[in-house]
């Protein structure tokens, strides 16, 4: 019931920056969770950073002070940061949102866009 459009990949130069964008087709106001997850070749995918809707964050370790999540509900968007940007960055970056209604839970995800960081 959740569409997501993920955006705003590229390639840069180690110490670059980029922003990366997650369109929703529902209003984030009603979204309970977002997070932004990353999947390296040969890799598990990995938690980069989540927002949940009482504006609460959380970030992996190695992109503390470099990264930052944050929400535009006027526009049913989310956003990533990405600053100060390393090659062990270089990932598909996917955008994934959890909806919670009653005692049911349900997820969803986007098709995910590419962030590569050259050295």
């Known amino acids: 019931q959740v569409q997501l459009v993920e955006s705003g990949g590229g390639l840069v130069q180690a110490g670059g920056s980029l922003r990366l964008s997650c369109a929703a087709s529902r209003s984030t106001f009603t979204i309970n969770a977002i997070g932004w997850y990353r999947q390296a070749p040969g890799k598990e995918r990995e938690l980069v950073a989540a927002?949940?809707?009482?504006?609460?964050?959380n970030y992996a370790e190695s992109v503390k002070g470099r990264f930052t999540i944050s929400r535009d509900n006027a526009k049913n968007t989310v956003y990533l940061q990405m600053n100060s940007l390393k090659p062990e960055d270089t990932a598909v970056y996917y955008c994934?949102?959890?909806?919670?209604?009653?005692?049911?839970?349900?997820?969803?995800w986007g098709q995910g866009t590419q962030v590569t960081v050259s050295s």
């Open positions: 927002i949940v809707s009482g504006g609460s964050t």
């Open positions: 994934n949102a959890q909806i919670w209604v009653a005692i049911q839970r349900y997820e969803y």
